[in-house]
Structure formats: structure tokens, C-alpha cells
């Protein structure tokens, strides 16, 4: 059973930066990408950022492009997003979703979130 593990969310001022983890385990199918999303109060989910596990190539939502950097351990099964110049509009649930292909479909997991707050 596929497993995945965030941690690092918190509160942190304005101008602050974070940097959260996503540990999955459990999988037998190769990681074919990895990817943030939040969801603010009131909002849909939205994309934040994504990693390819193949080729590293990523992409960015604009609301965030210069001040988050997304990145992957293919060892260890793991992504990351740091995150700088924090915003107070930044403030959301911020989950990871990693998808696996087994060469022929593919399949998604999310973690269970993880709660960061800008605010001084």
C-alpha cells in the first residue's frame, strides 16, 4: 500500500521562507511525477508546482514562479518544496501527489496535507 508522509508546514512571517517534504513508500510501479498543490479556504485546489521523475524538468504556477523551487531524491522516494519570500496569500494546505505509471496506466497519491500559514 502506497504511503505518502509531508512534513514541514508551520506558520512563518512574511518574507520567511519553509520547506516541506513528501515521503511516499510502498509503491512497485515506477514514479513517473511529482507534484504540490494547495487548497486556501474557500479556493479549489490548485497546482503549485511539478517535477518530472524522469528528466527533473518542472513547471510552475505563476503565482509562485522565482520564489518556490520544487525538488525530487528519486532514491528516497522523496519531493520537496522550498518555498521563499513567503506571502500571506500563500497561506493554504499544501499536499503532494506523486504518480505512478505501470506502463500502461497510471495511478495518483496524496498526501494528507500539510498547513502553512504566512502571518505576522
Known amino acids: 500500500q502506497v504511503q505518502l508522509v509531508e512534513s514541514g508546514g508551520g506558520l512563518v512571517q512574511p518574507g520567511g521562507p519553509l520547506r516541506l517534504s513528501c515521503a511516499a513508500s510502498?509503491?512497485?510501479?515506477?514514479?513517473?511525477?511529482m507534484s504540490w498543490y494547495r487548497q486556501a479556504p474557500g479556493k479549489e485546489r490548485e497546482l503549485v508546482a511539478v517535477?518530472?521523475?524522469?528528466?527533473?524538468?518542472?513547471n510552475y504556477a505563476d503565482s509562485i514562479k522565482g520564489r518556490f523551487t520544487i525538488s525530487r531524491d528519486n532514491a528516497k522516494n522523496t519531493v520537496y518544496l522550498q518555498m521563499n519570500s513567503l506571502k500571506p496569500e500563500d497561506t493554504a494546505v499544501y499536499y503532494c501527489?506523486?504518480?505512478?505509471?505501470?506502463?500502461?496506466?497510471?495511478?495518483?497519491?496524496w498526501g494528507q496535507g500539510t498547513q502553512v500559514t504566512v502571518s505576522s
Open positions: 510502498g509503491s512497485t510501479s515506477r514514479n513517473y511525477a
Open positions: 501527489k506523486i504518480r505512478y505509471t505501470n506502463g500502461v496506466s497510471f495511478t495518483d497519491y
Open positions: 517535477i518530472s521523475s524522469a528528466d527533473g524538468r518542472t
